[in-house]
């Protein structure tokens, strides 16, 4: 690992953070509770986001994208999460699908796919995980087998964040059965449109209800050769490539949903009054304050530091980008909790957001690893 992974906040990033800022705190925020609470997509958000360009930073400027670098991409997701945490999986979950377009992907599909992502006029998602191959994702049973021309795609793939407004999905599947383990695994875009595919219902989650997640099905569905992303058996390869750089977005959520509760938690304790003075005027909640911000911004500074490294590629990337995830993460668990108990009563029901936040912030310790993976990718770079 390098000796000092720097970053660099630009004037350029700064006035990004205000405009996002801004059109979360007007066009987003306003939507969370409700699509919390009713467990819909909340579309007016991503109008919004749309409307502003902060719904794929990440599409490079060729193809009609913002052309936004990692760490601007960061921000983006941040300062959504801290608004909405559903609505901030438009921006991630978009980067999650196209990225292994953009690594490994031909023109053609570059080409086909990047613009009306650009435009928001279609949402990308990822099919990686299955029921019973989620940390051991080279288990995986989905198949796609070569038939002439295509490949006929057979199996299911679960836990897919924003399944059911999805219009493209990079999904993987073993191309060769008998093939060696982990090399055996080729990647592809699906169309919402294919025959044989299917989405199956929204499942009923704990947190992030605004975000639709739902299994893929997939019934003998054909899928033209050339939408095959990179060489076939290299799938399972580019799958990992791309999660080093998207767990760092992962823990930008994290640091949103946090910061928002912080936020919620400094705000009422200053208006909360007992024993004939605010809350916050109390020694022991100062210390739960000032612990919640002092970890909260050591994982932001982690966040950036990986985020720059997401960018240039390092080589320590990989050790990077699952430390800032896992970092994040336990860090916004533990800060929305906390919220809640500086909120007590009034934490543990809806009419304030903290419940909320504490109920987001737990998938960020889960999906794109749980962090006991990471800290398994981790070890494996610190012992190589």
């Not at 801004?22 to 987003?28: A, C, L, N």
């Not at 609470?37 to 909340?42: D, G, I, K, R």
């Not at 982690?302 to 980008?321: C, P």
Request: net charge negative; charged share 25%; glycine share 8%.
């Amino acid at each position: 690992m390098s000796e000092f992974p720097l970053f660099t906040l630009g004037e350029e990033h700064e006035a990004l953070r205000e405009a996002v800022r801004e059109v979360v705190r007007d066009k987003v925020t306003p939507n969370a509770a409700e699509a919390d609470e009713t467990s819909t997509f909340p579309h007016r958000s991503y109008e919004a986001l749309v409307a502003s360009d902060f719904h794929a930073p990440h599409i490079p400027e060729e193809y009609g994208g913002a052309g936004a670098d990692a760490l601007a991409t960061c921000i983006v997701i941040e300062e959504v999460a801290r608004g909405c945490m559903a609505s901030s999986l438009i921006p991630a979950v978009n980067k999650l699908g196209t990225l292994p377009i953009m690594f490994e992907g031909t023109e053609a599909l570059k080409q086909a796919y990047f613009g009306p992502v650009a435009r928001g006029e279609k949402l990308f998602a990822y099919g990686l995980s299955e029921r019973e191959a989620g940390s051991d994702t080279a288990s995986m049973r989905t198949r796609a087998l070569p038939d002439g021309d295509d490949y006929v795609l057979n199996g299911t793939k679960a836990w897919i964040s924003n399944a059911l407004v999805a219009d493209l999905f990079t999904v993987f599947a073993v191309t060769d059965p008998e093939g060696r383990r982990g090399a055996n695994i080729s990647a592809f875009v699906v169309e919402k449109e294919d025959a044989g595919f299917d989405v199956g219902p929204a499942e009923r989650k704990l947190g992030i209800k605004g975000s639709p997640t739902s299994e893929l099905h997939f019934v003998n569905c054909r899928i033209p050769a050339e939408r095959m992303i990179g060489k076939p058996g290299q799938g399972l390869k580019l799958a990992l490539r791309t999660l080093d750089h998207t767990r760092v977005t992962i823990g930008a959520q994290a640091v949103g949903v946090a910061q928002a509760a912080l936020d919620l938690a400094i705000s009422y304790t200053k208006e909360r009054r007992q024993f004939g003075k605010a809350v916050s005027e109390f020694q022991g909640v100062q210390f739960m304050l000032a612990d919640m911000a002092m970890a909260l911004e050591s994982a932001r500074q982690l966040i950036y530091v990986a985020a720059a490294k997401s960018e240039r590629e390092d080589d320590d990337l990989t050790f990077f980008g699952a430390a800032a995830k896992c970092h994040a993460s336990d860090v916004a668990m533990r800060v929305t909790t906390d919220a809640v108990q500086l909120l007590g009563g009034a934490g543990y029901v809806k009419d304030f957001a903290a419940e909320r936040y504490m109920r987001d912030a737990k998938i960020t310790q889960i999906y794109e690893g749980t962090n006991q993976i990471q800290r398994l990718v981790m070890a494996r770079q610190l012992l190589k």
